[in-house]
């Protein structure tokens, strides 16, 4: 799949009503919270991170994709037993990329979404772990194959999940 660079001019817009604003992130949030209990293998998948992901890209404002990013990190920081900040940290860091990154190729098409959200994933950890391990002194591990393998799994689910939340864009 190729990526192709676009204008300014070419590149759509979109933004949410403040239910969906609100409401995806808190269902993803909760969902990131209670699945891996039940479900081990949920603990693969990052959901505030795919619905990051989605929403920086969707605005294409790297302000709004930095904000977005913070508040959902920092709420993923809340419900988890951690440091807070650091996957607030992670996720401004893919908010801001992945805006600025959307703003210049099109990432509408399945192939696209899934190279990015598998680089996404990638620079995640990269950010998680080296705030964790280097800042705050954590005993951290990072395992490139366990990442690409979670990233992929992420990647699959993303595609999916991006179809399904274009559902809700409006255009600007």
């Given at each position: 799949m190729p990526i192709t660079?676009?204008?300014?001019?070419?590149?759509?817009?979109?933004?949410?009503?403040?239910?969906?604003?609100?409401?995806?992130?808190?269902?993803?949030?909760?969902?990131?919270?209670?699945?891996?209990?039940?479900?081990?293998?949920?603990?693969?998948?990052?959901?505030?991170?795919?619905?990051?992901?989605?929403?920086?890209?969707?605005?294409?404002?790297?302000?709004?994709?930095?904000?977005?990013?913070a508040a959902i990190g920092l709420t993923q920081d809340c419900l988890s037993p951690g440091p807070i900040g650091v996957y607030g940290i992670a996720k401004t860091v893919v908010g801001f990329a992945a805006s600025s990154l959307g703003a210049k190729i099109d990432a509408e098409n399945a192939g696209t979404r899934a190279l990015l959200?598998?680089?996404?994933?990638?620079?995640h950890g990269v950010v998680y772990f080296g705030v964790a391990r280097w800042l705050l002194s954590l005993s951290q591990r990072f395992s490139w194959s366990h990442g690409v393998v979670a990233g992929i799994a992420n990647a699959v689910l993303g595609v999916g999940l991006y179809f399904l939340l274009d559902k809700l864009k409006q255009r600007t």
């Open positions: 660079y676009t204008s300014g001019e070419q590149v759509e817009v979109y933004r949410f009503s403040i239910p969906v604003t609100i409401g995806v992130p808190l269902i993803a949030l909760f969902l990131q919270a209670f699945l891996p209990r039940r479900l081990t293998f949920f603990a693969y998948l990052d959901l505030p991170l795919l619905v990051t992901i989605f929403f920086a890209m969707a605005r294409r404002n790297p302000i709004a994709g930095l904000l977005t990013g959200t598998l680089a996404f994933y990638l620079l």
